[in-house]
């Protein structure tokens, strides 16, 4: 106790210094571990990746109508998708945002077509066969881009790729992280796509910030869509639903094809063209996106270089605080060295008085671990790497100061005994 009251701002000081530097920790992990979060999940493949965007060229609405009237044309613009979605040179990613409208829907506006758009919340309204209906944000995708993009879920499963088939109007979707709550793995959701009734039966929700490239935005995010996969290949259609696969068909072409980075543009453009021949669809044009691999460049490198510079500054102050202690241990040696003179004269052996002095120790290591607690609840995050670095840099700091201090007092003891000696 008298060394508690006549050290204590000593003591005080090193321990809320402790407890600052592992909250510090906390968080320069829980950076870090966020970054390889975000790199693995959206740079690891990219990054090596050239992207192009297949466009079809029939921007004229006639025309576009035309040629859908053609069961020919759709055979050909379905064989033209399966030449390049089976091709083993690059990935196409065929994406396409299209909203659902969706029969009695449960979440709220947040989920509207319009919501966060230029466009305004329509909200919902009667079809014209007089059902309850909403617009709601959904995403067509296949399963190479579902696997580029390293979608993955919390909850459920992904869907079955192989045996998505719309003839029987029903298919396996995904829904975004927001939609926990709102509707439950094995949910079937009523909903019309491209005018063709479906019944989407929910398999999986997925990971919370799940996001892919999209037209243009590097990070285009799904939390609030409803995933609805494309069928592996395009094959027979009936005749009565030749709208629906026109339609279809043409939103699964138009995509992005990723390709690596040392296949030349002559040789992209050379399989795309062995398979308008093979197809027998032509009209269609690419388009290079040399910005996407720039931006992931650019990016992943700002990453980087800010985790680096984050976790130099934390080693720095992890030695800082090593060395700020060391001083502190050996005032404390000082104002200690009377008493120890004292108890050494009063009999008490060398262990005796070490253990006693090293009490003090004890009480500030538990200040600091008292401190370092209640500094990570009132912090907003929850992350176990921080945790984990959080404890063991308190492990380390007490290991060294103990040592230290051990190593001081036993300097201390032999001083006054030899004095004592003398």
């Known amino acids: 106790m008298f060394d508690l009251r006549r050290n204590w701002l000593i003591l005080t000081c090193k321990a809320l210094t402790w407890a600052l530097l592992a909250v510090t920790v906390f968080n320069i992990a829980s950076f870090a571990q966020s970054t390889d979060t975000a790199i693995n999940r959206s740079f690891s493949a990219e990054a090596e990746t050239n992207m192009y965007q297949l466009v079809d060229r029939l921007a004229d609405p006639e025309d576009f109508y035309e040629f859908r009237q053609s069961r020919t044309n759709l055979e050909q613009l379905g064989a033209f998708y399966d030449e390049l979605n089976e091709a083993d040179e690059f990935d196409l990613l065929s994406v396409f945002d299209q909203p659902v409208p969706v029969r009695d829907f449960r979440g709220n506006e947040t989920f509207d077509a319009g919501y966060g758009t230029e466009g305004s919340v329509g909200g919902p309204y009667t079809d014209e066969v007089g059902r309850r209906v909403q617009d709601v944000k ?3 995708l296949n399963q190479k ?20 088939d719309y003839s029987d109007g029903a298919v396996p979707v995904l829904l975004g992280s927001s939609y926990a709550g ?20 929910v398999t999986g929700i997925l990971e919370e910030e799940a996001s892919l490239y999209y037209q243009g935005e590097m990070n285009f995010y799904l939390d609030h869509h409803l995933l609805i996969p494309y069928p592996p290949s395009a094959e027979q259609f009936a005749a009565q639903d030749q709208v629906f696969y026109g339609i279809l068909y043409f939103a699964m072409v138009n995509a992005d094809i990723a390709v690596p980075r040392g296949l030349s543009t ?4 050379g399989e795309l063209a062995e398979a308008s021949d093979h197809s027998g669809f032509e009209h269609y044009a690419v388009a290079n996106l040399p910005d996407y691999l720039l ?3 650019l990016v992943k490198s700002i990453i980087q270089d800010n985790l680096a510079l984050v976790q130099g500054i934390g080693v ?11 001083f502190a241990n050996a005032q404390l040696l000082r104002r200690r060295q009377a008493k120890a003179l ?6 008490y052996s060398r262990g005796a008085i070490r253990r006693m002095l090293l009490l003090t120790a004890l009480v500030q290591y538990a200040a600091a671990t008292a401190g370092t607690a209640v500094g990570l609840s009132l912090l907003p995050q929850a992350s176990p790497a921080g945790l984990w670095s959080a404890a063991g840099v ?29």
């Not at 002559?266 to 453009?269: E, F, G, P, S, T």
């Open 182 to 201: 709102v509707y439950e793995v094995g949910d079937v959701i009523d909903g019309n796509f491209y005018t063709l009734p479906m019944r989407m039966q």
């Open 266 to 269: 002559d040789q992209v453009l």
């Open 138 to 140: 959904a995403v067509q």
């Open 394 to 422: 308190l492990v380390l700091l007490v290991s060294v100061d103990a040592a230290h201090e051990s190593h001081l007092l036993r300097r201390l003891i032999d001083h006054t005994s030899g004095r004592m000696d003398t």
């Open 316 to 326: 720095l102050l992890c030695l800082g605080v090593l060395v700020a202690s060391g």
């Open 145 to 164: 881009a579902f696997d580029f993009y390293r979608l993955a879920v919390s909850e459920g499963t992904p869907p079955d790729w192989g045996d998505v």
């Open 295 to 297: 931006q992931f460049s």
């Open 342 to 347: 004292a108890f050494w004269r009063l009999g």
